[in-house]
Structure formats: structure tokens, C-alpha cells
């Protein structure tokens, strides 16, 4: 099995949503654009990331959404050195119908008191079902590592709370310890890097607003 020696995981650039939640009621969050400040995010990382691979070869996967595929294209990686494909599992959770901004917030205070991973939005997703969907990209990710030409590099272009749900998959967080991290800024990285004993680490922590408080274990 040739592993990858690391794992990047980068969140898109600031996106038109999140300068002005109000497009939400007129674009549909997959149409999002990237702002102007997001387009010079995602050139920032690519020289970061250009940098970081060298000349080693990637294999990407990027979310469908146009903030993420602008994103990716914004990152000026060698094409010759790259295998990149879009990967819908790496989609941002689905909100619902964010045209009426009342409700929306409505929901998301009940979110906030409910929990982020458990509460489900209104003809829309839960953290829990992006977990599942996140789990099952992990397999399939498993599987192209049986590949003995596998490169070196993985690079995940997607989103905040999905970027926290691959690491809680993959690290076996619980559910405590999810809900009391924060998602990273935009066209920020983490990245699990293969140590020498055959484990993959974090190479820095997700920033925490709270000390997680799990329920007892059985």
C-alpha cells in the first residue's frame, strides 16, 4: 500500500456568503462566488502550497461548488503533476432553504443550543449526515492507496465544517470534542502528515472555543 506521505486539507477562499449572508436569499449556496479578498486568499495558498509539494505529484479532490472549484483553479498547481477530480462527499453541509433569512437564523440558534453535530436543518443535513458521507469518501480514499504509483500528496479543496468532520473521522474524535472546536478561517490548511511510526498526525490543532463536557462512558 503506498500511503501518501501527507494529507492537505485547505478551506476554500472567503466566499460572496460570507461577506453578506443575504445573497443566500437570491444564490444558491453551490453558486456561491469567491470574493475578491477570497481570490487573493486562494493565490496566497497556492504559493504556500507550491512550495510545500514542490515537485511531488498531488492527487486532489474538490468539492463541486463553484467557491471550492475557483478555489482549486486559483492555486496555479503544475497540471502535469496533478490528478484532480471533483468529489461531491466533500460538499458543504446542506442548509435548506436559506431564502427566508428568519428562519435561518431561527435555526441556527437552535443549532447553536441543539449542537452542530446532531441538529438536523430543515430539508437539509446534519454534521452527523456529513459525517457518514465524509466516512464513506474515506473508504473509497483507503482503497486508491492500494495503488503502488499512488502519489505522494493528497489535496482536499472543501469546507469548514467538513475539514472538522474528515479530521473527527480519521482521528476518532468524539462527538464532545467536534462540538468544541472551531472551523479554520478561510484558505487555511491542516494537514496529516505519516509519522515514522506509521500514524498520521495533525500538524497543528484546530483552534478550541470550549473545553469538550462528553457524557459518561458505558
Known amino acids: 500500500m503506498a500511503r501518501p506521505r ?3 486539507l485547505l478551506r476554500h477562499g472567503e466566499s460572496e456568503g460570507n461577506v453578506d449572508d443575504s445573497v443566500y436569499e437570491r444564490v444558491p449556496d453551490h453558486a456561491l462566488a469567491l470574493s475578491p ?3 487573493s486568499q486562494a ?3 497556492g504559493e504556500r502550497l507550491r512550495e510545500l509539494f514542490g515537485g511531488e505529484r498531488i492527487s486532489a479532490y474538490v468539492s463541486p461548488y463553484r467557491r471550492t472549484l475557483q478555489t482549486y483553479r486559483l492555486l496555479g498547481l503544475d497540471p ?4 484532480a477530480r471533483e468529489e461531491p462527499r466533500l460538499r458543504e453541509q446542506d442548509w435548506g432553504n436559506w431564502q427566508d433569512r428568519a428562519d435561518v437564523r431561527r435555526q441556527k440558534a437552535a443549532r447553536d443550543a441543539y449542537g452542530h453535530f446532531f441538529y438536523r436543518f430543515a430539508q437539509g443535513e446534519s454534521g452527523a449526515d456529513v459525517y457518514d458521507r465524509v466516512g464513506a469518501f474515506l473508504e473509497s480514499l483507503w482503497r486508491s492507496f492500494e495503488a ?3 502519489p505522494p500528496n493528497v489535496l482536499l479543496v472543501t469546507h469548514g465544517l ?3 468532520l474528515f479530521c473527527m473521522r480519521w482521528m476518532h474524535w468524539s462527538v464532545a470534542e467536534f462540538e468544541s472546536l472551531s472551523n479554520p ?3 487555511e490548511t491542516r494537514a496529516l502528515l505519516l509519522g515514522v511510526d506509521g500514524r498520521y498526525h495533525l500538524d497543528r490543532p484546530f ?3 470550549c473545553q469538550p463536557e462528553s457524557y459518561e462512558m458505558l
Open 6 to 8: 501527507r494529507i492537505v
Open 37 to 39: 479578498r477570497g481570490r
Open 43 to 45: 493565490i496566497m495558498a
Open 80 to 83: 502535469t503533476l496533478v490528478r
Open 148 to 150: 503502488p504509483d499512488h
Open 162 to 164: 467538513t475539514m472538522r
Open 185 to 187: 478561517d478561510n484558505a
Open 207 to 209: 483552534e478550541r472555543w
